[in-house]
Structures are given as C-alpha cells and as structure tokens.
C-alpha cells in the first residue's frame, strides 16, 4: 500500500502519462501483425493409391494451385492461393520438397524467438482426417514434429546463453473430446469434466488442470509421451489412428534477469495445437461413437470457421460496423480466444490432402487458411508492470536530469548576472543606468528562476530515485522468497527459507485441506478475520468463533511482532489474550476454535540457536514457547486420531451399505443376461427368416440393377455427345464475344483518349484565360491605389492611412470576435439553421457580418489554396447532422478560436492579406469579410 501511493505521487510529479502510452504504442507496433499461415501437403498413402487418384496441387514458391478434377485440363477451373509459406512434402525426390526440419527452420523457430521476447504465440494446425497434421506437431518416430522441436530448442537457446538471466517453464496438456475437457497428464484418468472459467484479466482457463515444472528437454518429453499415450484415437476408413479429439500443449515461459540496475520479467504463453481433422461420415464410414465424435469435431470447427471470419471482417478498418464473434459456442473456440483474436502472435498450418478424391475439403480447407490470414492480432510485450514502472521512471530521471541542464546552467547565469551589475554601477547617463538597471533585472530574475528549476527537479529527481529504489529491492524480495520457498521439489521434505517474520497456518476447519499456507508479514498493518467483510481483511479465516475483525498483527520492519486482539477468541499458547501481547518464535497462535498458526521469526530463531549452540541459557519464554508448542501438537494428534477412527466407522458403514446394493445388482444383472439370451435366441429365428427373404429380394434387385446400368450407359452416351456439341458451340461463341470485346475495348480507349486531349487543351486555355484576367485586375488595382494615394503626397517609406505599422503585435492590429448565434427559419422544421454575428476591427476599422457554418467551410478551403503552409496546420470544427444545444455553444466557441488561430497565424508569418491588412483589400481579396449575410451580399 506504501508503494502504492508513493507511485501514485512520483507519476503525478514526472508526467509518466505519455512516456507510459509511448511504450505502450512502441510495444504494440513492434508486435502486431496479422495471422501468419502455412500449408503443407503430404503424400498419397495407401488408400489413395489404391483407388488410382490423382495429384491435384501444386506450388510455386509462396503460391498453392488446386486443379479441378471435373475439368481436367481447363487453366480457368484452377484455383490460387497465396500464402506466407507453401511446402511442398509430397515426394522427398523433388528439389523442393520440405522436410520437418524446413517447417521448423521456418515457423517453429519464430514461435521460439517469440517466447524469448516476452510475447504470447500460437501455432495451430488445420485439416481433414488423415492430412497429416499429428505428423506436421508431433511427428512418428525418428521424423520428430514441431511440438518437441520448439520445446528442445527452447531449453538449447537457454542453456546456451551466457546472460544471467533465470528461466523457468511450466507445462500442461488437455484434449477436448466431444466438446469437454480432460488432462492427458493425470495417470489413468478416463473423465472428461473439467470446468472452463474465464479469469477477468489472463482470460479463459482450464480449472484444475495440472501443471508442471519443467527443468530440461527430458523431462518434457516424458510428460509429451504420456500425453499422447492417453489421448483419444480410433481407425476410420480415412485413417487408421484418427485423433478424435482436439489437443493443447500448453509452455508457460518465465524470464528473470537484472541488467544494469534494472530488474526485468518477461512471461509467454505458448499454445501448441493439434486439431482433429474435419470428415464425412460418408467418406470415413463413422457408426456409433465415431459419428458422435465426427459430429463434436465439425461442430467445433465449423464454429471455429465462424469465428476467423468474423475476425477477419473485423480486421478491416473500413468496415464501421464489427461482427458479433462467437467464441463461447465451443470449448475450442474459447480455449483459444487471446491466440485467435487477441494477444499473441498466431501461426495457422493447414495440412492438404493431395488426390483428387478429397478435392472438396482440401479446397475448403484453403478456404479456411485464406480468411484466417485475414486476422490482425495486437500482441505486446508481458512484462511485470513494477519493472516497466522502475524503467520508466529510470528514464524520466535521465530526462529531467537533462532538462536540469546542471550547476553549469547556473554558474554562467551567475556570471552574467555580476557582469550586469558592474555595467550598472558604471552607468554615466540616465538613459545608461536605466538601460543597464532593466538588463541587471533581467539578470536576476533569471537566475532566480533557475536556482529554483534546478532545486525543484532536483527534488523530483530524488522522489523518483527513491522510489525506484523501493520499487527494485521490493522485486528482488519477492523472487529471492519465491526461490527459496521449496529448495528441491525431489525431494521428500519441503523447506521454507525467508527472512521475513511470517506465520505458518495448520488450519482444521476444512477437513479437504492438504497443504500447509504461509502468510508474511510485512512492515505494518497485517488485518486477520473473516471474508467477504468491509474493511477487506489481509488474512481471511473462517470457522467457529471468528469475528469479522479478528486481530491486528503489528510488525515494526526491525524485531519487535506485537498481537493486538480485536475479537475475544484470541489465544496465545493457549492462553487467551485481552490486550497487546509480543510474538516470540515458536508461539502458537489459535484465532476462533480451529485456526492454528505458528509463528516464525527467523531473526529470534538465529539467535536462538547461537545461544543453544554456545551452551548459554534460553529464555523462558522461548522454553514456555517450545513447551506449549509440544503439548499443542498432542492434543491436536490426539484430536484428529479420534476424527479420523470416526471418519472410518462412517467409511466402513458406506461401504457395507455399496456391498449389499452391489450384490443386488448384480442378481438383477443375471436376471436380465437371461432374459436377453432367450430374447437372443428367438431374434436369430426370426434373422434366418428374413435372410431368405432378402436373399431372394437381392437376386430380383441385381437382375434390376444390370437393366438400369444398361440403360443409363446408353443414356449417358447420347448426353456425353450432346454436351461434346454444345460445348463446341459454346466456344465458338465465345472467341466471336471476345474479338468483339477487344473491338469495342478499342474503340472506347480512341474516344477516351480523345476527349482527354480535348479536356486539356479547354484546362489550358481556361488558365491563360484567368492568368490574362487576374492581371489586367492586379494592374486595375495597382492605377486605383496609387491613384488614392498621390494626393496624400506620403512621405517616402509611410504607410497608408488605416494601414499598420510594420512589427506591431497581433492584438493591437486585430479584433475578432463572434458575438451571438441567431437561429434562422422555424426552429421546429428540419430546414432551420444557425447564423454567427462576427465584430471584427483591423486597424481601427470596425464593421460586422454574418455568416452559417457552410460559409467557414468554404473560407477554409479557400484559404488552403492560398497559405496552405498555415491552414493545414489548423482543425477546422467538425460537422453534426442533429446537433443539441450544448453542441451549439461549443460549435460557436470551436468557430470563434479557429478564425483567432487562423488570422494570428497568418499575421506572424506576413502572409497576405492579413498582415498589414487594410479593410478594402481584405474584403476585396476575401470574400468572407464582406459585410452583410451570405457571401453574395
């Protein structure tokens, strides 16, 4: 909480704001980019080659052609795709054919590089049944796939670096089948009931599932194995091992490092993905719980088609209106949501079938590939926000610290400032000294303002230096605990090793609880009582006799641990306490009737142990401490022993009581066995029966079925030659249309062509024209002017009356102003609209006009014509069709500082016609500042 507010303070002192959306836009565009995809195509296995099918793809470089086999031979009928990679693994023979290590080196590598730089990533991949893709991600036997290739090469890169920077991975395993979720990595588990959450800030998660620690390649390989040893297969007519489920092979990947006085933490998350493959019953000859599987399966990825098409609409930035995108309509789906729409850096592999027989879903499936690499993800950086805050604040200190300009900045102003004081001191002439009093002021004042800069940022700089500081120590305090929390998870006792003061709870208020929780205490206010309560307490407990406000544990930063009881039922060794008690190491401490905590003080128990180990004698209370902490630890044996022998009377009743229930099923069992083999037997009577009868209705079909096939020979022999003829025909007409398109192609271009000539001699001769007008004008107003102005007899080099003098400042030349809004027509009808009355003064010429917002539109544009140097710079106000009343005020206030913004800025930089404007010419050369309503008035 102290951290907290210091932060809140140092940024409203440094102006973090835009440094923080700097980063942020800087770590955003270094990482978006749309999804990437690659497809690959494998093979013909044997059931291909068999029925004689076709090879019906190609590739050229980054290009994927699909050939229609209906239309064998016509380059229209064939399809292209281009895409970020294309890998041809079809024959191995081929000089381009990709092997798993190119898909690696190509795709794999990047997923890697881009858990090193702190980003999420996902790699997917997409097909039929039986189009390689368990091969593409885990690969068979020696051929090893991308999963165990980016998880080897990350541990190689880590191991390989010399950097001190500490990795750490965690990894889990899940399948979805028939949309629930079960761990592949808990031995024996057949259930599919894991629960999907969504957290509201990390997203959708697993509940419950496993994840572990991984130190090495091994250890990873060992967990893959037993994934893919449980996870869901069976043999259809497409492929013998189908995988009839989906798989996510999830890497949490943590890097620690401290370089150079700052602290940095990058974590990613990576999604490995191995999806089942999309079929046709008809074509795998699904029955039973195959067709049950292939319904789940195309159910999950047609809502996944669903979803990359609504992403890829709305990636597009011209589209106003985005789609609704479904991602709650499958567990996939919304597994995967941050990795398909969000952050993290995607990468799409669609496996292709090659033959000719599965022409349908391998053009679907590039289909598929092509909206998705529509998709425009925004991953950033995942970075631990107190270490983007400590370097934010490392560059604020290094910008003021250059803003300060140092001791010298002052030095020379002190300089400058006794120079100042001895030319006025030697002042002779009045206008001398109060020329040299004015400079010695300047001096002064300067000075001033500077040793006050520099004191002001040197504080700032200080405030921000100590809370960097803090902000670095608390970090390094959290890792260097969570290090030493458990020293080797190998081995058969759990050590925690801190400096901190902490307590140690064996709760019994739950009898489900298997672990043991310690809580640190921090230099403070710790809050112990119940949850869900206001104030919201640090340590939340419950059970019998717990107050909402407990107990307040008070630690000084130093030794001195002090138990101040809110509650009645505090006890300290078992003894109750009604005031502020110290803490030793080794007290007990009871908060209601089953909250037990230890407490540990390493600082006491050091010097404890030194005074054990040098023979002096312990204090008493230490002794009372271990005492009581022995007697504590009986009665609560002795406690949960009576528990546990009468957990175990109520067991051995549940079981005696399944025992009978299970014996009385099983006779009903027999019953029912018998009932269903006189049943059995009585249906194989009637099934002899009606194999007779359908081997005699067989015979009549087959006689049947040879007529029909002759006829529909013939039949098809007389509509092949009359498609032969017409096709013919067709493309005769079709070279007749296309001579006469090129012909009228032609002949649209000559007259196109034509009327462009024509268009730029009539533009040519308009602007000779305008050129010839606009200076016998100039010429006609130059004779007008110099007419008005030879009777004056001006002395040479004076300007003319009402013109002002060169340099004089903006608001001595002009006014502007607009004073009110009228409201024109009946305010009720739709026609109505506002005009603004405009005081203007130039020179000490006065006059008002009146004018609607379409006329300073116009005066914009015309304006941008003339000094656009200066009216691009500007925002002009915007439109609103159906504005309210307090739009209205803020338009009349937007238009009043426009027309300031626009005057001054052609004033400062001498742009005519209004520097040294005189009413005549302004109106004469603008329009809009002749008096009366409309530009035509």
């Known amino acids: 909480r102290l951290l907290r507010s210091h932060c809140t303070q140092a940024t409203a002192h440094t102006a973090l704001t835009l440094t923080h959306k700097q980063a942020k836009a800087a770590e955003m565009s270094a990482g978006a980019g749309a999804v990437r995809v690659a497809v690959r195509v494998r093979p013909m296995n044997k059931r291909e080659i068999e029925r004689n099918a076709q090879c019906v793809i190609e590739m050229h470089d980054n290009q994927t052609w699909i050939h229609d086999p209906k239309h064998a031979g016509n380059e229209s009928a064939t399809r292209k795709f281009t895409f970020d990679h294309s890998y041809w693994s079809f024959n191995d023979s081929d000089s381009h054919f990709a092997s798993q290590e190119k898909v690696f080196e190509d795709i794999g590598r990047d997923v890697v590089q881009a858990a090193f730089d702190g980003f999420n990533a996902c790699l997917f991949a997409y097909g039929q049944t039986g189009s390689g893709k368990s091969y593409s ?57 894991l629960k999907v959450r969504e957290h509201p800030v990390e997203g959708p998660y697993v509940e419950s599932l496993t994840v572990h620690d991984v130190n090495n390649f091994e250890r990873i390989a060992e967990l893959m194995e037993v994934g893919n040893n449980n996870r869901t297969t069976a043999a259809t007519n497409m492929n013998d091992t189908s995988s009839r489920s989906h798989s996510v092979f999830t890497i949490a990947f943590t890097q620690i490092s401290m370089a150079n006085g700052l602290p940095s933490e990058k974590s990613s998350k990576i999604n490995l993905v191995d999806l089942a493959g999309s079929e046709r019953s008809s074509a795998t000859g699904a029955k039973g719980d195959r067709l049950r599987e292939g319904s789940n399966i195309n159910k999950s990825l047609t809502t996944l088609g669903l979803v990359i098409s609504a992403l890829a609409d709305n990636s597009d930035d011209k589209k106003k209106k985005k789609t609704h995108v479904p991602y709650r309509d499958s567990v996939l789906t919304f597994l995967l949501k941050e990795s398909l729409g969000g952050n993290s850096k995607t990468i799409m592999l669609a496996a292709l079938s090659p033959a000719d027989i599965n022409h349908g879903e391998t053009l679907s499936t590039l289909h598929y590939a092509d909206r998705a690499k529509r998709i425009v993800n925004k991953p950033i950086v995942n970075e631990d926000p107190n270490v983007k805050l400590i370097r934010e604040l490392r560059a604020e200190i290094e910008r003021l610290k250059q803003l300060m300009g140092g001791e010298q900045q002052v030095a020379r102003l002190q300089e400058a400032f006794e120079q100042a004081r001895k030319k006025a001191s030697g002042a002779q002439t009045a206008e001398e000294k109060a020329a040299a009093e004015q400079e010695l002021q300047n001096a002064e004042r300067a000075l001033q303002e500077a040793r006050s800069g520099s004191a002001s940022m040197q504080a700032q700089i200080a405030q921000s230096e100590t809370l960097v500081t803090a902000l670095t120590t608390s970090w390094q305090d959290k890792h260097r605990n969570q290090s030493k929390i458990i020293e080797d998870d190998r081995k058969l006792e759990l050590s925690v090793k801190s400096e901190q003061p902490h307590l140690i709870s064996f709760s019994s208020s739950d009898v489900l609880a298997s672990g043991v929780v310690v809580y640190y205490l921090y230099q403070g206010e710790t809050r112990i009582g119940g949850a869900n309560v206001e104030p919201l307490q640090d340590i939340e407990i419950s059970g019998d006799g717990v107050a909402n406000e407990q107990c307040i544990i008070k630690f000084d930063g130093e030794e001195k641990v002090e138990l101040v009881p809110i509650a009645t039922t505090c006890y300290v060794n078992d003894v109750k306490v009604t005031k502020p008690t110290e803490l030793r190491q080794g007290h007990l401490i009871r908060l209601g009737t089953s909250n037990v905590f230890r407490f540990n003080h390493p600082l006491q128990a050091s010097r404890l142990k030194q005074m054990r180990e040098s023979g002096q004698e312990m204090p008493s209370d230490a002794a009372g401490a271990a005492g009581a902490d022995a007697s504590a630890a009986i009665e609560e044996q002795q406690a949960n022993d009576a528990d546990l022998e009468a957990e175990r009377e109520r067991v051995k009743a549940e079981i005696a009581a399944l025992e009978a229930a299970e014996a009385e099923r099983r006779q009903r069992e027999e019953e029912l066995r018998a009932q269903a083999e006189k049943e059995k037997e009585e249906l194989h009577k009637r099934l002899a029966e009606m194999a007779l009868l359908v081997q005699q209705k067989d015979e009549q079909l087959s006689a049947e079925k040879q007529r029909l096939a002759d006829e529909l020979t013939r039949r098809q022999k007389e509509h092949d030659e009359r498609v032969e003829e017409e096709r013919r025909n067709l493309a005769l007409q079709g070279k007749l249309a296309e001579e006469r398109m090129r012909s009228l192609q032609q002949e649209t271009e000559e007259k196109i062509n034509q009327e462009k000539l024509n268009a730029m001699q009539l533009l040519e001769k308009a602007r000779r024209d305008s050129e010839a007008l606009l200076n016998a004008r100039q010429t006609e107003l130059r004779r007008t002017y110099e007419a008005k102005a030879s009777p004056t007899k001006s002395a040479p080099g004076a300007a003319a ?86 739009f209205l005020k803020k338009r009349k206030e937007d238009l009043e500082l426009y027309l300031v913004d626009l005057i001054r800025s052609a004033y400062e930089a001498k742009a005519a016609p209004f520097y040294r404007a005189r009413r005549t010419t302004l109106m004469h050369e603008v329009p809009f500042f002749r008096p009366g309503e409309g530009l035509g008035a």
Request: glycine fraction near 6%; charge should be neutral.
């Open 801 to 886: 009356p009402g013109t002002p003098a060169e340099d004089a400042p903006f608001h001595t030349v002009w006014q502007i102003s607009i004073a009110k809004a009228h409201n024109r027509g009946d305010p009720r009808s739709k026609t109505s609209y506002m005009v603004y009355e405009i005081h203007i003064s130039v020179g000490g010429e006065r006059w008002k006009i009146f004018r609607r917002y379409s006329e300073f539109d116009q005066l914009h544009n015309f304006l941008k014509e003339k000094i656009p140097h200066i009216v691009k710079r500007l925002n002009f106000p915007p439109k609103k069709v159906w504005p309210d009343e307090k």
């Open 137 to 193: 991600m885990m690969g068979y036997g020696e051929s090893v796939g991308l999963i165990p290739r980016i998880c080897e090469a990350m541990f190689d890169k880590a191991t390989a670096d010399g950097s001190e920077v500490t990795y750490s991975a965690k990894v889990s395993y899940l399948e979805i089948y028939n949309e629930n979720v079960r761990d592949l990595l808990v031995p024996g588990s057949t259930t599919h009931n």
